[in-house]
């Protein structure tokens, strides 16, 4: 019985604890339009500047529908050179080591040949920079082994894995925004190359791009995001932060005479950054493009605080 007792007791004590909790959000995101002016809002410019809300003025924009692909930075394969040695020897001498920039003709090492004892020097045929070596004195080698790796790294392939479903959507020619990820190198460029055949393990062609890189940003074996843009024109365009979620609508706050009110909106197509629309907000109209979240808030509070 004291048991009995004591789960009643929790029983009521949650029940009447959540007849005070605030509304949830689908209470909350349904506005009687007889009430509009009670879904007003009104942000303080002390709270619209410590929350950075900025206000936009609604017209055409673009929308991006492109393709994200995964891809890597790798050396252009037209300008790596693989050195071998001409003959067959000892290694008397290293000159150079990785990391080291080389010019047409520097030596990189000599080798005494095993046939005639004489040495020769193992020199280079083009500029760049060393990325492999495969040799230390002392050491024998013959034509059957890569003593050094030469990559002439003033420009890089980003090569891209593209999924049999999306390769429609990926062709020579096509402008292309590679991004090293939040704080890296970001570059435009376009799509030179896609394999004819797919590999067979993963299903996936490959689309390369060729990027500039004198200035050293791009790495090889930096793993890269490559968008395929394919950019939209649209009537009214507005940033995703813009939009917010009540209940079943998507809102955004629109600027009155008195504050922002939560106007519901149908959105039409949708990328990652910005969003077209169709219904709701018209081409002239004032609305909060960012930190749009503020305004929800305070729309929270206040039907809390209405309900209690």
Partial sequence: MKFARLALTMLFALVVAGGCRPAPEAEVGHVDNDEADGARIRLSSEQMREFAVVVSTAGPGTVDLGLDLPGAVQPNGDRLAHIVPRFPGIVKDVRKSIGDTVRTGDVLAVIESSESLAPYALTTLIDGTIIGKHLTRGEAVDRDKQAFAIADLSTVWVDCSVFQKDLDRVAVGKRVRVSAGSGGPEADGTISYVTPVLDQPTRTATARVVLDNRDGRWRPGMFVT????????????????ALQRLGDEQVVFVAAADGFEPRPVRVGRSAAATAEIIAGLASGERYISANAFLAKAELGKGAAEHQH
């Fill in 226 to 241: 490559a968008r395929v843009l394919a950019p939209v024109e649209v009537a009214v365009a507005v940033p995703q932060a």
